[in-house]
């Protein structure tokens, strides 16, 4: 009766040892981010993403998703947030940078995301982005 409750216990602490050492944020289709920050990085972008959404860096501006990425049954998802441009050399008081309403739309597919970012000015939007999670991101900011 004793070997089979030390046995049990022990399947008990492998389950718990195994879901310990599994990633906290799990991005994939039909999943959302509900747990410690996630990095995800790519050419001329950085992201971190945390359970209140994301913070990003690009070259020349920086951003924020103000709502979690839920992504859908296809891997898809769209986040409301800011996008702020940048530029280099000093920022003047008077004028310094605009938050800008942005929609992050997108779409995972395993450790890769597509990355678009819509503004209400077209010419103003960068290009579409992918990223890899894990990777620190290759950004070389305008500063």
Request: charged share 25%; hydrophobic share 35%.
């Amino acid at each position: 009766m004793k070997l089979h409750w030390i046995g049990t216990l022990l399947v008990v602490l492998t389950g718990a040892l195994m879901l310990a050492s599994a990633p906290a944020t799990d991005l994939q289709r039909g999943q959302d981010t509900s747990a410690s920050p996630d990095v995800w990085g790519g050419n001329h972008v950085s992201m971190e993403v945390t359970p209140q959404g994301a913070t990003l860096e690009f070259d020349c501006a920086h951003g924020n998703m103000l709502e979690p990425i839920r992504a859908n049954a296809k891997g898809e998802f769209a986040a409301r947030g800011t996008y702020t441009p940048e530029r280099g050399g000093p920022i003047n008081r008077d004028n310094p940078p605009r938050d800008l309403p942005a929609i992050y739309k997108g779409s995972i597919d395993g450790d890769t995301m597509r990355l678009e970012i819509m503004l209400a000015d077209k010419e103003q939007a960068p290009e579409a982005l992918t990223l890899t999670r894990g990777k620190t991101g290759r950004v070389v900011k305008c500063r």
